[in-house]
């Protein structure tokens, strides 16, 4: 690719010139929400370097939505939520005079939505300057409200801010009622599907998933934002003792997402005309080389198998067309990292090894550096900004997951000045269409008679197995959800055997399906 100079870059081309990061451990005299973002906000401003006041030419406010705002989601947290619109609240904290006030739906792809439609906005002339945060404080809040302590957080500063990205719930209610519904329970699904297709027992999966996550934990230990600060060996990630208690078969805690945090990031993107104009150092500046956001299959229920993901490979795919690169030009990666499963299929698409000189991360990864919720890859791309600064010309990726291997996005970023007219949102109509229309497998919602183990998990509670969650084939291949027998034998044995492909009775209770094993 040929270096071009700054002087050439279309004035309309969407650039990325600040960014902040920042990590609050206070714990129930933490910052709220606004206060967590507003902080953020004021330093990423400054991170840009303007020669004149930024904050006077911000026409767009762009926010990630909130965990304790989900929609479809009965929980204190949603119960108490006093922000109607949060972009207006800062925007007004910050004095400033944003036009454009955007609010995302729920999903760890939410900040590539963002990006994607904030750099086409900017590259059609509709806006020239945007702020986007996002972040979590969780901890506090749901610290405060553990020791019964106030929690008046709230401000409405009037109006509605305009929704974007798709609002759908992750699972639907058959789904749910069988227990797919906390990821923690869901993503496990997956592993032992990809555990099966590599012909692993328990055990070295486990410890191949323990070696993968050594690395991310040992980012996560050099990264001053990181909630977890420290290294974790192998070992240590996968072996089963008391402060590592099992979560989901074969998931321990040190494998799962940590979204109890205070963490919060924001950036500013405007066009390059923009940048000339507040006099933003070209050292600043981040070029956007692509972006994309494909679906998979909605229902996990549905989906052709647990070990793949066409829209992860569709998605990066595109990214790598539209940039006109290859992976092996990346220098920077980061997969997201909600569950080691997430990690590991994004892998298998992408043809990473879990070695790879260049990391699989560059933040740590959620269960690590910590996963505020839906805004996670802001941490990503702001800390991809900031080593991609430091290395003129080189390339880095990030990709983005949404509810359960569901919602995907991609990013290609790098220092290099882009050539030519930006047009680089990727249109993925077409290959989401054929993910849409993709033969779903036969399924049944009551289901009777002999069966065989698809995929499936035990989920644990602080005392022990509590759940079976099973992913089943009657013996004519059609499809089911069911859970276990609750009795002690039957759990103890699920946590003990490895259930793959072994054979039992399902049987409908005039609610759920309920599956036993053949003991």
Request: net charge negative; aromatic share 8%; charged share 20%.
């Amino acid at each position: 690719m040929t270096d071009i100079s700054y002087s050439n870059v279309n004035d309309n081309t969407p650039i990325l010139v600040g960014n902040s990061q920042f990590t609050d451990k206070r714990g129930i005299d933490g910052f709220n929400y606004l206060e967590i973002l507003q902080k953020v906000s004021k330093e990423a401003i400054l991170d840009c370097d303007a020669k004149i006041n930024l904050k006077e030419h911000i026409d767009t406010v762009a926010v990630i939505r909130f965990v304790a705002d989900t929609p479809h989601r009965d929980s204190a947290t949603s119960n108490l939520w006093g922000y109607p619109n949060m972009p207006r609240s800062l925007s007004n904290a910050l004095a400033l005079n944003a036009q454009n006030e955007i609010y995302t739906t729920t999903g760890g792809n939410s900040p590539q939505i963002a990006l994607n439609e904030l750099a086409n906005r900017i590259k059609d002339n509709q806006i020239e300057c945007a702020l986007l945060a996002g972040g979590e404080a969780l901890d506090t809040f749901v610290g405060r409200l553990k020791e019964g302590l106030e929690v008046n957080w709230e401000d409405n500063p009037g109006g509605e801010p305009e929704i974007i990205g798709k609002s759908t719930d992750g699972t639907n209610d058959h789904e749910k009622l069988h227990g797919l519904f906390d990821p923690s329970s869901v993503y496990p699904l997956f592993a032992n599907a990809l555990r099966n297709y590599y012909q692993q027992s328990i055990e070295e999966h486990m410890k191949v998933t323990g070696e993968l996550f050594e690395n991310f934990s040992k980012v996560a230990s050099k990264n001053k934002f990181a909630w977890f600060p420290t290294h974790r060996s192998a070992a240590e990630i996968a072996e089963v003792k008391p402060e590592n208690r099992m979560i989901g078969l074969p998931y321990t805690k040190y494998m799962n997402s940590i979204m109890r945090v205070n963490q919060s990031c924001a950036m500013v993107m405007m066009s390059a005309k923009k940048a000339r104009e507040l006099g933003i150092p070209e050292s600043k500046w981040i070029f956007i080389y692509s972006g994309s956001c494909v679906n998979d299959i909605w229902n996990v229920s549905d989906r052709t198998d647990y070990h793949s993901s066409p829209a992860i490979k569709g998605c990066t795919d595109a990214v790598f067309d539209l940039a006109n690169i290859s992976i092996d030009d990346l220098d920077f990666i980061d997969l997201y990292s909600c569950f080691p499963s997430a990690v590991q299929i994004a892998m298998k698409e992408l043809s990473l090894e879990k070695h790879d000189p260049r990391g699989l991360t560059v933040t740590g990864g959620l269960p690590y550096f910590g996963g505020p919720g839906n805004a996670y890859v802001m941490n990503s791309i702001a800390t991809m900004m900031n080593k991609l600064r430091s290395r003129p010309g080189k390339f880095g990726l990030a990709t983005a997951n949404g509810w359960y291997i569901t919602k995907h996005g991609a990013g290609i970023f790098s220092s290099m000045p882009f050539e030519g007219e930006w047009n680089q949102v990727a249109d993925t109509a077409h290959l989401q269409k054929k993910i849409d229309t993709t033969d779903k497998p036969l399924f049944t919602e009551t289901a009777t008679g002999s069966c065989s183990v698809e995929t499936y998990t035990v989920v644990h509670s602080r005392t022990g197995p509590n759940k079976g969650i099973i992913i089943g084939r009657l013996a004519d291949g059609t499809r089911f959800l069911a859970n276990s027998e609750r009795d002690s034998g039957t759990l103890e044995y699920m946590s003990q055997n490895d259930m793959l492909n072994t054979s039992g009775i399902v049987s409908n209770d005039g609610k759920r399906n309920i599956f036993k094993p053949n003991l």
